[in-house]
């Protein structure tokens, strides 16, 4: 498959994209770098930002989701999960979790959360809790896939973009394969690329098959439709 691009709008250049959902009329976004690293909530509408909360340094924030009660943000080698008021982004809690932290997204109808640690392992949490109720290894074609990175729970499909690539995967999680791969290739122009880092950021857009993809350090974010390619 390939991207559509439906329409292209401003992203922060300054800001180290791990994390990329929407849930309530709001962007949430999580960025990583030691003593750079934050969470913070932008107006779908309006494009405003309204919160920002910085992690304590030296954290090195990653991957972020949405529940219907919390916002859960990973880190990267610290080995802890913030549980987060989403309307807020005051911190709850924080909980312990052995290996890195990576990409993170939410299953409501299996009651469960997907997080991604840099392999090709997939590690379901419980949403509440965040204990570690089962994992699953992905393959394609019979070999494992590794570098899995940031992720979107879409119903029972998980959607990965392979870290240091423009490809982003189409996994079904119970069966742990992969059902599709999508070619995000040539979205920013060379001038615009030589900036930029890699592409990293999936949020679907609740209500439609479309979604916003960016980067780390990209100055555009792109409405896009996956699309079958040719």
């Not at 987060?84 to 924080?94: A, F, K, S, V, Y």
Request: aromatic share 8%; proline share 5%.
């Amino acid at each position: 498959m390939r991207v559509q691009v439906l329409e292209t709008l401003r992203h922060d250049r300054n800001a180290f994209t791990q994390g990329f959902e929407i849930a309530r009329g709001t962007l949430y976004e999580g960025t990583g770098r030691v003593g750079q690293s934050y969470v913070r909530a932008i107006d779908l509408t309006t494009g405003k930002e309204l919160r920002r909360i910085m992690l304590p340094s030296p954290m090195f924030g990653e991957g972020i989701t949405v529940t219907d009660t919390d916002l859960w943000q990973l880190t990267w080698q610290d080995g802890v999960a913030f549980r987060r008021d989403p309307r807020t982004l005051e911190e709850r809690e924080r909980v312990r979790y052995s290996g890195e932290g990576w990409g993170l997204c939410h299953q409501p109808e299996a009651e469960r959360l997907v997080m991604s640690d840099g392999t090709d392992v997939l590690t379901f949490r419980d949403p509440r809790t965040f204990a570690e109720i089962g994992r699953v290894r992905i393959r394609s074609g019979g070999m494992p896939v590794d570098d899995l990175n940031e992720l979107e729970c879409v119903d029972d499909v998980v959607y990965a973009n392979v870290w240091q690539t423009d490809t982003i995967l189409r996994i079904d999680p119970d069966a742990g394969v992969v059902t599709g791969e999508i070619d995000a290739s040539g979205l920013l122009k060379p001038h615009e690329r030589a900036h930029a880092d890699v592409l990293n950021g999936i949020a679907a857009i609740p209500g439609t098959d479309a979604f916003f993809i960016t980067g780390k350090l990209w100055p555009k974010t792109f409405r896009v439709r996956f699309v079958p390619a040719g």
